[in-house]
């Protein structure tokens, strides 16, 4: 099966940076995506990483490292906005079929 | 807007009842994903369905089937169901089968069985 990891909650205040990790074990790996949720919302897609190295995207970046099974995503000029959950997912391929599987989540809150 | 949409918003039912939610997947997209989101928890895979075809099977409980019609749009049915229903229900579509990187999300339906 497929597993995640990452923190349950990150504080930081505006204008800092913060980097949210997410660790994973899976087989078949078919690289890593991030997800954005407010509060009762509708998951909106952030990234996606298939090869290692870093992605940047706008004031959010995203790294990977498949020889750790680690990634993060990493957020800079933090706005009040971004407070948010933000699930890392990995899809794993399972008899021809690719199975997604989403971490818990991370609670970001933002402090002016 | 993603432009997948996902009817009734929300549903209140009685436990032992059955319904059916609703989901129309984006223009183009042939995959179609249903997730159920408990308080506090990550986004459960129930099941995907590709251009009418079941494709992938997570989590799925007996009490909940789904289908994928001609026009791709895609229903989800929840019977016998329990007060632990209650949850989101999200659909989701992509364009590819395996949808490797980007999943659009329909807004949900809150379900709350009581």
């Known amino acids: 099966g497929q597993s995640l990891e990452q923190p349950s909650e990150v504080t930081a205040v505006e204008g800092a940076i913060v980097q949210i990790n997410c660790t994973y074990q899976?087989?078949?790996?078919?690289?890593l995506s991030w997800y954005q949720q407010h509060d009762g919302g509708a998951p909106t897609f952030l990234s996606y990483?298939?090869?290692?190295g870093l992605e940047e995207t706008g004031r959010f970046s995203s790294f990977l490292s498949r020889s750790d099974s680690y990634g993060y995503l990493l957020l800079q000029e933090l706005q009040m906005k971004d407070s948010a959950s933000y699930f890392c997912?990995?899809?794993?391929?399972?008899?021809?079929?690719?199975?997604?599987?989403f971490g818990r989540g991370t609670s970001l809150i933002v402090h002016p | 807007d993603s432009g997948v949409t996902q009817t009734p918003k929300h549903l209140i039912t009685a436990t032992g009842q059955r319904v059916t939610l609703r989901c129309s997947p984006r223009?183009?997209?042939?995959?179609v994903y249903w997730y159920q989101q408990s308080l506090d928890q990550g986004l459960q895979f129930l099941i995907q369905?590709?251009?009418?075809?079941?494709?992938a099977k997570g989590n799925i409980l007996e009490r909940f089937s789904a289908q994928q019609f001609p026009d791709l749009h895609s229903e989800l049915n929840l019977s016998s169901l329990e007060l632990g229903d209650s949850a989101l229900y999200f659909c989701?579509?992509?364009?590819?089968?395996?949808?490797?990187?980007?999943?659009?999300f329909g807004p949900g339906t809150r379900l709350t069985v009581l």
């Open positions: 369905y590709y251009n009418g075809e079941e494709r």
């Open positions: 990483n298939a090869l290692d």
């Open positions: 899976t087989s078949g790996f078919y690289g």
């Open positions: 223009s183009g997209d042939l995959s």
């Open positions: 997912a990995v899809r794993a391929a399972s008899g021809g079929s690719y199975i997604p599987t």
């Open positions: 989701a579509s992509s364009p590819s089968l395996a949808g490797l990187d980007e999943q659009f």
